[in-house]
């Protein structure tokens, strides 16, 4: 159980006191704002307006879209910025920071005004946004936090530690606050994949009937997570129940889960708010999940980014935190492509 040796040690080090803050930051205090989003204060304060590149051209960078939260992201920062009235041009980094480096570099050989990026390493990023600031190029991040402040303008993230401990609340109840459990765990090197295990166990862990007997990552993988599945359910064909660090993997799940003729039969949740994971719902093969509001989150990253090219400033702290909407069978018709409509 190395994982979870390792999550343990990151919920007692980065989740006391400072829910959305990565290793060694400051204590933060948290905020509401009119619009329902929590803002994370932060010193942000005296950096020189950066004038952006010089071109029209905004770039979104993000994950692949196999993964459809990834892709309703690019698609929703290109029509708000395409709405606008910039130029956009989308590139996927593959999680790959070789990569995502290449691309910060041709944002910066066209001049880009902005760039808008769900990136692939907290740490690795923190050099090419230091590269675009030099250009003069201001970088908005969404979904996924890096470990420095005052590089990126705004960080605007779903509140994975609220999310996941809400689902996990559920997921208890759903349990009887008994029985055996497994776990499928994002990127290792994501600290969205950190903070929502965390959460789970912070939850989970305190009822002393949970059993858990598997937690292994499959990075936020579907096909990887059919086959980690399988063997899981091989090794605890009496297992009870599953957490799931994003929808992608547990819809791989319950793809094994049917194979093994266990459909209905295991207590499954995930986070993300996915159309696929919504259908699950529907039709009972999963308890539920936590929507991160994709589209609210790119569309403010965008427009905070057209204030700050014309203004030299957000009004909002670098840091904010969007609350995710936990999703069961009572509230999931009114989720569809990563929206809620209460």
Request: proline share 3%; with cysteine; charged share 25%.
């Amino acid at each position: 159980m190395k994982f979870k040796k390792i999550f343990a040690l990151i919920a007692s080090v980065c989740l006391t006191g400072a829910i959305f803050a990565g290793c060694g930051a400051d204590t933060q205090k948290t905020a509401e704002n009119a619009g329902g989003e929590k803002k994370v204060e932060t010193s942000a304060e005296g950096n020189k307006a950066l004038p952006g590149g010089g071109s029209n051209i905004i770039y979104v960078i993000t994950p692949p879209h196999s993964n459809p939260f990834f892709k309703v992201e690019a698609d929703t920062a290109k029509a708000k910025a395409e709405q606008l009235g910039y130029d956009v041009k989308v590139v996927i980094h593959d999680d790959d920071v070789a990569m995502q480096s290449e691309m910060f570099d041709a944002a910066i050989n066209d001049k880009a005004a902005a760039i808008i990026c769900d990136n692939a390493s907290s740490n690795a990023t923190v050099i090419p946004i230091k590269r675009a600031r030099e250009a003069g190029i201001p970088t908005f991040l969404i979904d996924r936090e890096i470990t420095e402040k005052d590089l990126a303008i705004s960080q605007i993230v779903a509140d994975n530690y609220q999310g996941a401990k809400g689902i996990a609340e559920v997921f208890v109840e759903a349990m009887n606050e008994e029985g055996t459990y497994a776990e499928l765990l994002g990127r290792e090197s994501d600290t969205n994949a950190h903070i929502r295990s965390a959460a789970f166990h912070e939850v989970i862990d305190a009822y002393p009937k949970m059993k858990s007997v598997a937690q292994q990552t499959a990075h936020w993988e579907q096909t990887e997570a059919v086959e980690i599945m399988e063997g899981i359910l091989r090794s605890n064909p009496d297992l009870k129940g599953l957490v799931c660090g994003n929808d992608t993997m547990a819809v791989g799940a319950l793809t094994a889960i049917k194979n093994a003729g266990l459909s209905g039969k295991v207590i499954v949740i995930g986070l993300d708010g996915s159309d696929d994971a919504a259908a699950a719902i529907k039709d009972g093969t999963m308890l539920g999940t936590a929507l991160q509001q994709a589209k609210v989150i790119s569309e403010s990253a965008v427009e905070q980014a057209d204030k700050y090219l014309k203004e030299g400033k957000t009004g909002k702290d670098e840091k904010q935190l969007v609350d995710c909407v936990i999703i069961t069978k009572e509230n999931v018709d009114k989720l569809k492509t990563f929206v809620y409509t209460p």
